[in-house]
Each structure stands twice: as structure tokens, then as C-alpha cells.
């Protein structure tokens, strides 16, 4: 089945990878890290919706990869 344009594999082994690389595409966060986070929150809304104490419960993830996380979710798109 396609869900948004994706072939999803069995268990959603590729939805999990397309989960990874856009949580990894954000400044200072490597796949290990952007694994952990998904570990943790599961989804990522629930990493969006998570405060920067929150996040900072991951290993890895100290003050100032939280705020910019946060900064950049929270940055308003300028045309």
C-alpha cells in the first residue's frame, strides 16, 4: 500500500526510515540521536509537542540541541 507517495514495506520498515530522516534532517541531530527521540516519543508529534525539559530526558540532548529543536518548530515561515 502507498501512504503519501511512499511504498511501505513490511512493519513499516520504510515509514520508520522516512520517520529518522526527518527528525535527523534538524541541526545537531545524527540518526543515532533521532532514533533515540523516536524511541522515547514514538511519533513525531509527540517530539514536536514535547517541551525542551522533554526532550532533554534523551541522552544526548542537552539544553542547546532542545532549544534549537524547538526554535525551528517554532520559526515562522518568511516569503
Same mark, same amino acid.
Given at each position: 500500500?502507498?501512504? &503519501?507517495?511512499? *511504498?511501505? !514495506? /513490511?512493519?513499516?520498515?520504510?515509514?520508520? =526510515?522516512? +520517520? $529518522?530522516? #526527518?527528525?535527523?534532517?534538524?541541526?545537531? &541531530?545524527?540518526? *543515532?540521536? !533521532? /532514533?533515540?527521540?523516536?524511541?522515547?516519543? =514514538?511519533? +513525531? $508529534?509527540? #517530539?514536536?509537542?514535547?517541551?525542551?525539559?522533554?526532550?532533554? *530526558?534523551?541522552?544526548?540532548?542537552?539544553?542547546?540541541?532542545?532549544?534549537?529543536?524547538?526554535? #525551528?518548530?517554532?520559526?515562522?515561515?518568511?516569503?
Amino acid at each position: 500500500s502507498n501512504l &503519501i507517495g511512499f *511504498k511501505v !514495506g /513490511k512493519k513499516g520498515e520504510d515509514l520508520n =526510515k522516512i +520517520l $529518522e530522516k #526527518i527528525i535527523s534532517s534538524f541541526p545537531s &541531530i545524527s540518526i *543515532k540521536l !533521532g /532514533k533515540r527521540l523516536l524511541e522515547k516519543f =514514538k511519533t +513525531l $508529534e509527540n #517530539i514536536f509537542r514535547a517541551s525542551e525539559y522533554e526532550l532533554r *530526558k534523551v541522552e544526548g540532548i542537552g539544553r542547546k540541541k532542545a532549544r534549537i529543536i524547538k526554535e #525551528i518548530l517554532r520559526k515562522r515561515y518568511e516569503e
